[in-house]
């Protein structure tokens, strides 16, 4: 059964910066996303989930192509590690949320939680002003 478990959330003050991991394992058929699409997701109390950066393989030796919707937010992997990084930076009381990464069968980057199949218990981000 795949895995997904974040970690690395907590209470920051605005401005400050925080890296969330996303530990992925499945430990029955080894399946680690390395050649397939992850994306980070947030969703704040009374609104809908959304994608805050998204990647997906790029060939080669695992390289990935990798995107956001806010220039402040930065994902990468860490293949060795089975790990996925959400760097954050300058961040804003409206930053405040849970965090989820989320995985998908297919290599093909997608802004919608509803093409991601599997999913973390996610991580608190809360943000002081």
């Known amino acids: 059964q795949v895995r997904l478990v974040e970690s690395g959330g907590g209470l920051v003050q605005a401005g400050d910066s925080l890296t969330l991991s996303c530990l992925i394992s499945?430990?029955?058929?080894?399946?680690?996303?390395?050649?397939?699409?992850m994306a980070w997701f947030r969703q704040a109390p009374g609104k809908a989930r959304e994608c805050v950066a998204l990647s997906r393989y790029g060939g080669g030796s695992f390289t990935y192509w990798s995107d956001s919707k806010d220039g402040r937010f930065t994902t990468s992997r860490d293949i060795t590690k089975n790990i996925m990084y959400l760097q954050m930076n300058n961040l804003t009381p409206d930053d405040t949320a849970t965090y989820y990464c989320?995985?998908?069968?297919?290599?093909?980057?997608?802004?919608?939680?509803?093409?991601?199949?599997?999913w973390g218990r996610g991580t608190q981000v809360t943000v002081s002003s």
């Open positions: 989320a995985g998908r069968s297919l290599n093909s980057e997608t802004w919608l939680a509803g093409d991601y199949q599997y």
């Open positions: 499945d430990a029955t058929s080894g399946r680690t996303f390395s050649q397939t699409a």
